[in-house]
């Protein structure tokens, strides 16, 4: 029996002809497209670390976590100026002026910037600010802001939808290539399956990585906190996705002493345990050098 509108990895190489490992025999079996990031590389063997507040919310609190991630040697910021809330009545972000303190946080660390867009009418204006542009797992299939953001002449972080399959994933991911963009970032972060909200706050699909990197070239990184949304699984969770070959992670960082924070505050890690992480992700990819000289 076929069923229609069902796609299966077998039919990605028509599904995302830019972007399928089959259709790019230039990549081979297993060569990832470095995705460069104001001198930060996704792809190149040594895995990114993107940190930051969930949302910006101060000048203050972004300043110290940005200073934290600085501290624990991350690579990248992060932190949304606009907010996709599940209440419009829940604090939306700050905008255009959680930009400018994103922008000023930039400038005093020299760590280039990731944050979210959700408005088409706004690419412009966060793409001023942003060094990468990311879309949320609740826009995935935005296909207008995916074609608007692939026109933006920024790497994009485009994050899985939360009950999208590996093939609307990729196809999401074809909308910005088409554009002529194929500097996207892929990013797991948990998906809604069985049991996912009752002990943690998704799945997180770990499974995905490897079926990511067979299909494409592009490179692919872990949100360990939404996935979990537990500040106690995001380390062992970060941990297991650089097992898995991912080729980064992007975490929440907060820092207590500037308050609570507003949203996401019980998955948010502080900078000691994010010094850790990133300390196990630059000796795992050690690791991983030696074991493959010694073949
Ligand atoms: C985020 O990373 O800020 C975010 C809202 O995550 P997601 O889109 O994966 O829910
Ligand atoms: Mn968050």
Same mark, same amino acid.
């Given at each position: 029996m076929r069923i229609s509108g069902q796609i299966t990895p077998d039919d990605l190489p028509r599904v995302c002809p830019l972007l399928s490992r089959q259709t790019n025999p230039q990549y081979g079996e297993d060569r990832t497209r470095v995705v460069e990031v104001g001198g930060v590389r996704f792809g190149d063997g040594r895995p990114v670390v993107i940190a930051g507040p969930c949302a910006v919310e101060s000048h203050d609190q972004m300043l110290a976590v940005a200073r934290a991630v600085e501290r624990a040697d991350g690579d990248m910021l992060r932190g949304g100026a606009y907010k996709p809330r599940t209440s419009p009545h829940d604090f939306q972000g700050m905008g255009m002026e959680g930009l400018c303190m994103l922008r000023i946080a930039h400038e005093q660390t020299g760590l280039p910037i990731v944050t979210e867009?959700?408005?088409t009418r706004l690419v412009e204006q966060v793409a001023e600010y942003a060094d990468? %542009?990311?879309?949320?797992?609740?826009?995935?299939q935005n296909y207008a802001l995916l074609a608007e953001v692939g026109r933006a002449g920024k790497p994009v972080l485009l994050k899985r939808g939360m009950a999208a399959s590996l093939c609307e994933w990729l196809g999401a991911a074809e909308y910005i290539a088409q554009q002529g963009n194929l500097n996207i970032v892929l990013c797991e972060r948990g998906i809604k399956a069985f049991p996912a909200g009752e002990y943690a706050r998704f799945v997180l699909d770990l499974n995905v990585i490897p079926a990511v990197q067979a299909n494409t070239f592009l490179p692919v990184i872990v949100d360990p906190s939404h996935a979990t949304g537990v500040a106690s699984m995001v380390e062992p969770a970060s941990r297991a996705a650089l097992e898995f070959g991912s080729h980064g992670l992007m975490i929440e960082v907060a820092d207590f002493l500037t308050g609570r924070p507003r949203c996401d505050a019980d998955q948010s890690i502080n900078g000691?345990? %994010?010094?850790?992480?990133?300390k196990f992700a630059q000796s795992h990819h050690e690791r991983l050098l030696v074991d493959q000289q010694a073949v």
């Open positions: 867009v959700m408005d990468m %542009l990311q879309i949320g797992s609740r826009n995935m000691e345990t %994010l010094a850790r992480i990133v």
